[in-house]
């Protein structure tokens, strides 16, 4: 008998894919995923844990759920991901409704818990060793053969190239909610990918915390390859137009990986690379271990190597210790830089972090303003370089649409939304569209003659 299963993802893409997992996975036991928690018989809340917000939204969610859970007894109430692996049985002090607690590495263990709950052979689970292995069990081969999960975007999917963290940023929960970090043996990433593409998948993202060091703080399939020689070979896979990945950390990013740039013609000119702030004495207190110098370097020699390379970045403002002077270097880096885009966001105190402990906190309303200020200049510099485009031919890969219209991304990941003239496109289907229009956050232009 089916079983309805609603999941619900906070966080990163680490987090998406691993609920493409779980649902793949729980699917071989005969759960159909559902979009609403009413009616459902498992709710699993895979949370994020990064910033204080991201965790107060689940425990608020986690508290609507109370009311789901008195009004269906049977209905069975899980936590995965980070706030999971952080919190494990404290989560029950709070929720005492929630019957499963399930860490980050921990996730492969899902079916045979839910089964003894809903078979009441136990009325409480939880498992929250954090024991990173790709090896046992060897589960993405598991979940190779499974049916691919019902994705809104079937034609991009993610591939999860290595787990953990080993940096240890002041800041960042990360480590300690990932674990440390390893590496998946190539062969298996190659053969994923090699099934994907057999599916019809078109674009690829290879995810990891830090994928410029794959390969190098373990042995990997008994050889040690890095980041720059797993691409080449993800990129040979035949039937791939697209290729990307996240995130990056600039104090390993080799020259080898930034030649793949001017090397690889499906690896798109898009590259995030978080620089958190452009003071050095900040960098230095967050442990990013590189300088703004360092930093400014390898932008400059990316830009060589491929002159239409976009580049993003992550921005942390009112770091402790912040100083305005500190700050308006980082908004002089985003001048010199001119970044296409940048999540940025208020630096916020995380359990198990040093910088918690570390004196001269920013004021909430300091933090909210420079947040503000970078905000707008990001803004108005994103509209600056989205505009770069008009009158320019791209090439879109279509993700949605009808007979009138469509949307889909050019190489750099701008939306663009262009007629359909009376031509049809399926979601990964390529378009070449004449661009007309460029707003903050997205571009309009119609389709090229020579489409
Ligand atoms: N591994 C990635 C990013 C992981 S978290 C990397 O190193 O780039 C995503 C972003 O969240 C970080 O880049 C950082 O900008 C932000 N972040 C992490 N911890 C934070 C904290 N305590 N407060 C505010 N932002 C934080
Ligand atoms: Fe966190 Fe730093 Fe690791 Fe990124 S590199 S996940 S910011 S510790
Ligand atoms: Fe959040 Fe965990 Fe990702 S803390 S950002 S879900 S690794």
Same mark, same amino acid.
Request: charged share 25%.
């Given at each position: 008998?089916?079983?309805?299963?609603?999941?619900?993802?906070?966080?990163?893409?680490?987090?998406?894919? +691993?609920?493409?997992?779980?649902?793949?996975?729980?699917?071989?036991?005969?759960?159909?995923?559902?979009?609403?928690?009413?009616?459902?018989?498992?709710?699993?809340?895979?949370?994020?844990?990064?910033?204080?917000?991201?965790?107060?939204?689940?425990?608020?969610?986690?508290?609507?759920?109370?009311?789901?859970?008195?009004?269906?007894?049977?209905?069975?109430?899980?936590?995965?991901?980070?706030?999971?692996?952080? %919190?494990?049985?404290?989560?029950?002090?709070?929720?005492?409704?929630?019957?499963?607690?399930?860490?980050?590495?921990?996730?492969?263990?899902?079916?045979?818990?839910?089964?003894?709950?809903?078979? &009441?052979?136990?009325?409480?689970?939880?498992?929250?060793?954090?024991?990173?292995? *790709?090896?046992?069990?060897?589960?993405?081969?598991?979940?190779?053969?499974?049916?691919?999960?019902?994705?809104?975007?079937?034609?991009?999917?993610?591939?999860?190239?290595?787990?953990?963290?080993?940096?240890?940023?002041?800041?960042?929960?990360?480590?300690?909610?990932?674990?440390?970090?390893?590496?998946?043996?190539?062969?298996?990433?190659?053969?994923?990918?090699?099934?994907?593409?057999?599916?019809?998948?078109?674009?690829?993202?290879?995810?990891?915390?830090?994928?410029?060091? @794959?390969?190098?703080?373990?042995?990997?399939?008994?050889?040690?390859?890095?980041?720059?020689?797993?691409?080449?070979?993800?990129?040979?896979?035949?039937?791939?137009?697209?290729?990307?990945?996240?995130?990056?950390?600039?104090?390993?990013?080799?020259?080898?990986?930034?030649?793949?740039?001017?090397?690889?013609?499906?690896?798109?000119?898009?590259?995030?690379?978080?620089?958190?702030?452009?003071?050095?004495?900040?960098?230095?207190?967050?442990?990013?271990?590189?300088?703004?110098?360092?930093?400014?370097?390898?932008?400059?020699?990316?830009?060589?190597? &491929?002159?239409?390379?976009?580049?993003?970045?992550?921005?942390?403002?009112? *770091?402790?210790?912040?100083?305005?002077?500190? *700050?308006?270097?980082?908004?002089?880096?985003?001048?010199?830089?001119?970044?296409?885009?940048?999540?940025?966001?208020? @630096?916020?105190?995380?359990?198990?972090?040093?910088?918690?402990?570390?004196? +001269?906190?920013?004021? %909430?309303?300091?933090?909210?303003?420079?947040?503000?200020?970078?905000?707008?200049?990001?803004?108005?510099?994103?509209?600056?370089?989205?505009?770069?485009?008009?009158?320019?031919?791209?090439?879109?890969?279509?993700?949605?649409? +009808?007979?009138?219209?469509?949307?889909?991304?050019?190489?750099?990941?701008?939306?663009?939304? *262009?007629?359909? %003239?009376?031509?049809?496109?399926?979601?990964?289907?390529?378009?070449?569209?004449?661009?007309?229009?460029?707003?903050?956050?997205?571009?309009?232009?119609?389709?090229?003659?020579?489409?």
């Amino acid at each position: 008998m089916s079983k309805n299963l609603y999941i619900k993802t906070f966080g990163c893409q680490m987090n998406e894919r +691993d609920s493409e997992i779980i649902e793949q996975l729980l699917a071989q036991d005969g759960y159909v995923p559902t979009d609403s928690a009413v009616g459902a018989d498992v709710v699993l809340i895979n949370t994020c844990s990064i910033r204080e917000k991201a965790e107060q939204k689940v425990f608020s969610l986690l508290g609507q759920l109370r009311e789901e859970k008195t009004s269906n007894p049977n209905l069975l109430i899980g936590v995965t991901g980070c706030v999971a692996q952080q %919190e494990g049985e404290h989560i029950r002090e709070r929720m005492p409704h929630v019957d499963l607690i399930v860490g980050t590495q921990q996730i492969y263990q899902l079916p045979e818990m839910l089964d003894r709950l809903t078979q &009441r052979v136990s009325v409480r689970e939880i498992a929250t060793d954090l024991e990173a292995n *790709f090896a046992i069990p060897p589960f993405q081969k598991l979940l190779i053969n499974a049916p691919p999960s019902p994705a809104p975007h079937g034609f991009r999917r993610f591939v999860t190239i290595m787990q953990g963290c080993n940096n240890y940023c002041s800041y960042c929960v990360v480590p300690g909610t990932r674990g440390r970090e390893i590496s998946r043996p190539m062969a298996d990433i190659v053969e994923e990918v090699e099934i994907l593409a057999s599916q019809g998948v078109k674009e690829i993202t290879l995810l990891g915390q830090n994928v410029n060091s @794959y390969g190098m703080t373990n042995k990997v399939a008994e050889t040690e390859v890095g980041f720059a020689q797993l691409l080449r070979q993800v990129a040979a896979i035949k039937g791939l137009r697209r290729l990307r990945f996240t995130t990056s950390h600039p104090k390993d990013l080799s020259e080898p990986l930034m030649r793949c740039f001017a090397e690889i013609d499906i690896l798109c000119p898009h590259f995030h690379l978080p620089v958190q702030s452009g003071s050095n004495a900040v960098l230095e207190r967050m442990h990013r271990k590189y300088t703004v110098e360092s930093y400014l370097d390898k932008v400059n020699r990316l830009r060589q190597l &491929r002159p239409d390379i976009a580049l993003a970045t992550d921005i942390i403002v009112g *770091f402790p210790g912040e100083t305005e002077a500190d *700050f308006q270097a980082t908004l002089d880096l985003l001048r010199t830089v001119r970044f296409h885009g940048s999540f940025s966001f208020k @630096y916020s105190d995380r359990p198990h972090t040093r910088s918690a402990d570390f004196a +001269d906190k920013i004021p %909430e309303e300091v933090k909210s303003r420079r947040l503000q200020e970078y905000q707008t200049l990001q803004d108005d510099i994103s509209l600056e370089r989205n505009s770069e485009s008009i009158g320019r031919k791209v090439e879109v890969m279509v993700e949605s649409g +009808d007979h009138t219209a469509y949307r889909g991304r050019t190489p750099i990941n701008q939306v663009v939304h *262009f007629a359909a %003239e009376g031509q049809s496109f399926a979601p990964g289907d390529l378009a070449r569209v004449t661009i007309d229009q460029a707003g903050k956050h997205s571009l309009k232009g119609r389709l090229s003659s020579d489409t």
